[in-house]
């Protein structure tokens, strides 16, 4: 699988938005999705993992409640949508497949594909 990152831009604090990945290959519609993010110096950080059907998720603490993840198989789509955004969400945000499909990993070193990544930067 390849995976292209999009949707990223400047917001001011409260502000939303959707980020995008795209997938080709054939093993997407039976693979979970995570979302990471990393600022530069620092380890890459979970934000959001769903299953392979959609039927499960899960979020890192610091976001429940104001970011969600889905995806459209039928696109080839996962996404994470990031509503009432705060400065310290500035990062650089990246999807990945995990090197098991099935497996809901929360961490980054299981994860084997991973897209461009696509800037995120929140304004106070």
């Known amino acids: 699988v390849q995976l292209v990152d999009s949707g990223g831009g400047l917001v001011q604090a409260g502000g939303s938005l959707r980020l995008s990945c795209a997938a080709s290959?054939?093993?997407?519609?039976?693979?979970?999705m995570g979302w990471f993010r990393q600022a530069p110096g620092k380890e890459r950080e979970f934000v959001a993992v769903?299953?392979?059907?959609?039927?499960?998720?899960n979020y890192a603490a610091f976001v429940k409640g104001r970011f969600t993840i889905s995806r459209d198989n039928a696109k080839n789509t996962v996404y994470l949508q990031m509503n009432n955004l705060k400065p310290e969400d500035t990062d650089v945000y990246y999807c990945a497949a995990p090197r098991r499909p099935y497996y809901s990993s929360t961490n980054y070193r299981d994860y084997g594909v991973w897209g461009q990544g696509t800037q995120v930067t929140v304004s106070s």
């Open positions: 769903i299953s392979w059907s959609g039927g499960n998720t």
């Open positions: 290959g054939p093993t997407f519609g039976v693979s979970a």
